[in-house]
């Protein structure tokens, strides 16, 4: 028989499961409005406009869009039953989905970079990271990962699908999708662990460094005050960069299994729906200007709505 050339593909999902199903949408609202809270409060607050909140601003962004790139989809095949998905709206997603998660492992770096001057050189602070540094290192961050991710994505798109047209995800993988390719994958594969060790080592050494100048500089302040402050300043950065880096590394140090593909599942479901959904949250509790500028904002808006009636009533 002649190979048939697959356009449309099957995406097996996640679970059956109603009431995950559920908390899959409510982690999903919850990251979209802590995010867009992130968000708003950086726009909106004249305390939060240094470079710390910028890069904390895009990085929301950055969650936002990676989510929304995959969760959208699956909760619509959940509703609806429909689990197909053409050709070109699983390419688009598969290069979304890398796009916003290369960004963020490079936007990880540079704030971990922008904590140390700040710690370093808090006096000379603003004028080390100032507007235009900060512009540079964002554009930076994207670049890289477009760098990265279009080689593989280009030869990806000269991939031929025969008979299988079922992808073991819920949503559109690199992993799942070359292995119902009919076409010789050993060289794309290369390319993309290549491309995931580059970014995962470069952004890593980077992070690793500039906590190692961080503890350096902190312990050489002289007042256990000095010291628990700016501790406190890294303590959000340090947890989410521990729950990113720490699921990636769970999926290459694990030993291979019958499971593997209901393992990286769950693993993609952390780094696309539950963190997106978490970070907000730490950043939000852990950092007490956050915190001030979300409090004055709902003052001010409870303020806003009891004039607002006044005026009505009278």
Not at 199 to 220: D, E, M, N
Request: glycine letters at 2%; a positive charge; one cysteine or more.
């Amino acid at each position: 028989m002649r190979n048939r050339t697959v356009t449309t593909f099957i995406l097996l999902g996640l679970t059956d499961d109603i009431q995950l199903q559920i908390l899959l949408l409510l982690s999903y609202m919850l990251s979209l409005s802590g995010n867009l809270t992130i968000i708003t409060l950086t726009l909106i607050d004249p305390r939060l406009k240094t470079p710390m909140y910028i890069f904390l601003k895009k990085f929301s962004f950055l969650e936002i869009s990676l989510t929304t790139a995959c969760i959208p989809r699956f909760l619509y095949s959940i509703s609806s039953g429909d689990k197909s998905i053409t050709y070109i709206a699983c390419v688009s997603q598969l290069s979304f989905i890398d796009l916003f998660a290369v960004t963020e492992f490079f936007l990880l770096a540079i704030m971990s970079f922008d904590r140390y001057v700040a710690i370093w050189k808090p006096l000379h602070y603003m004028t080390i990271m100032n507007s235009r540094v900060c512009k540079n290192f964002i554009f930076f961050c994207w670049v890289a990962a477009l760098i990265i991710i279009l080689p593989p994505i280009s030869l990806g798109l000269c991939l031929e699908f025969c008979e299988s047209d079922i992808v073991d995800h819920f949503c559109c993988d690199a992993a799942p999708l070359l292995k119902i390719s009919c076409s010789d994958t050993w060289l794309l594969e290369q390319m993309l662990i290549v491309g995931a060790v580059l970014t995962f080592i470069i952004t890593f050494v980077c992070v690793v460094l500039s906590y190692v100048y961080i503890i350096k500089t902190i312990l050489r302040f002289p007042s256990a005050k000095q010291k628990k402050k700016a501790f406190s300043t890294c303590s959000s950065h340090m947890i989410v960069v521990s729950i990113t880096y720490g699921s990636c590394i769970f999926i290459y140090i694990k030993p291979s299994s019958k499971n593997d593909a209901a393992v990286n599942k769950g693993i993609s479901l952390i780094i696309i729906s539950i963190s997106p959904m978490l970070n907000p949250f730490i950043y939000a509790l852990r950092n007490k200007q956050v915190k001030q500028a979300f409090d004055y904002s709902v003052k001010k808006i409870a303020f806003l709505s009891k004039v607002q009636k006044t005026k009505n009533t009278t």
